[in-house]
């Protein structure tokens, strides 16, 4: 899942939309239901303590992902591919890491299930 830091001033979803392009060049999308949250403490090395995670469903036709900001970037914030990835795929992944680390259980309640009306917390 792309994802990265608020510039000041900026709202989640002027964050989400901003990263979606920079990540993936997707735009013109919409914005679907804000459905998981995540927090997580760990030293960062731009001096952070953390991050919080605000996951929203968005659904698109499959394209191929292609960053606008280049991959030297990408590599600093650790990212070393993009990819599509089936649910039963994320739950038999053995090595990569995912966040949540659990990533199938709320991907498999969420289709099965729909969206929750309050975004549920997927833990670490």
Known sequence: MPGGGLDDGE?????LRRELREE????GFELGSHVWN????VPLPTGHDGQRDRVHLVRVDRFEPE???GWDRLRDEHVHELRWWSIPEVRAATSVEFAPRALGRPAD??????AHTVPIDTGA
């Open 109 to 114: 309640d969420l289709v099965d299930r729909g």
């Open 38 to 41: 995540r927090e997580h403490a």
């Open 67 to 69: 960053p606008t900001i």
């Open 24 to 27: 993936l060049a997707l735009d």
């Open 11 to 15: 709202t989640p979803e002027a964050g």
